[in-house]
């Protein structure tokens, strides 16, 4: 079973503008996951954020968490064409070894 | 090597095979995972290793699935009698730790059951 959702499931914007993409989940986290796959190709790992952070930023890319709601967002700012692709949040438990549970995704379309 | 290595990268078996897909993870990192991926869903977990132990299989959908890791580095996952609802990406992950940390993709086994 999954544990996250991911909202919206699809969004397709034009390059340049925001990308924003939640994620709710269901049970207590280590640390919560985004990764980013595109179209036949494996999971590529974007930024991981611990239950005791609030916001971590990378490049273009920005993570908040707020475990008293149980939910994430990622933004992708001044999008690009090729930030197509399918992007999945992943909730990590330590007490398996940081396995991680996937929710079903959002597949983000970035028209040139 | 560089990454998580998979073979083969396509599969396709005629029901009631058996097949086995291999994983390569990458040197030295200690957590080694499987996961299945059906068409437009997020990985789904089948097993976990720490090393060469099993500590997890409570994702293998049946007794048909078996996992090994037997010296600790290259994993095979065997998939016995394939059913057409095994079609799916086998997807192997590997971690240097075992806590917060990334876990690191290969490309995948796309297996096909006709």
């Known amino acids: 079973s999954q544990q996250g959702e991911e909202d919206p499931q699809a969004l397709s914007i034009q390059e340049g503008e925001n990308a924003t993409m939640n994620c709710s989940y269901k049970?207590?986290?280590?640390?919560l996951q985004w990764y980013r796959q595109n179209s036949g190709r494996g999971l590529v790992h974007l930024i991981l954020?611990?239950?005791?952070?609030r916001e971590k930023h990378s490049g273009r890319l920005r993570v908040t968490l707020d475990t008293s709601k149980k939910s994430s967002s990622l933004l992708i700012t001044a999008s690009r064409a090729a930030d197509t692709a399918s992007y999945f949040c992943?909730?990590?438990?330590?007490?398996?070894?940081?396995?991680?549970?996937f929710g079903g995704g959002t597949r983000l379309m970035v028209k040139p | 090597g560089a990454g998580v290595s998979q073979s083969p990268r396509y599969k396709v078996a005629k029901r009631g095979q058996d097949v086995a897909l291999r994983c390569d993870p990458i040197?030295?990192?200690?957590?080694l995972f499987w996961y299945q991926q059906a068409l437009g869903q997020g990985p789904e977990f089948l097993t976990y290793?720490?090393?060469?132990?099993?500590?997890?299989k409570s994702g293998l959908p049946s007794d048909r699935f078996f996992a090994e890791r037997p010296e600790g580095s290259v994993s095979t996952l065997k998939i016995q009698r394939t059913q057409q609802e095994d079609s799916a990406v086998y997807l192997c992950?590997?971690?240097f730790g075992t806590g917060n940390t990334e876990a690191f993709f290969g490309q995948g086994t796309r297996l096909t059951v006709v």
């Open positions: 992950a590997s971690s």
């Open positions: 049970t207590s986290i280590n640390n």
């Open positions: 954020i611990r239950s005791n952070e």
């Open positions: 992943a909730t990590g438990d330590n007490n398996a070894g940081n396995m991680l549970t």
């Open positions: 040197s030295g990192h200690v957590s």
């Open positions: 290793f720490q090393n060469e132990a099993q500590l997890d």
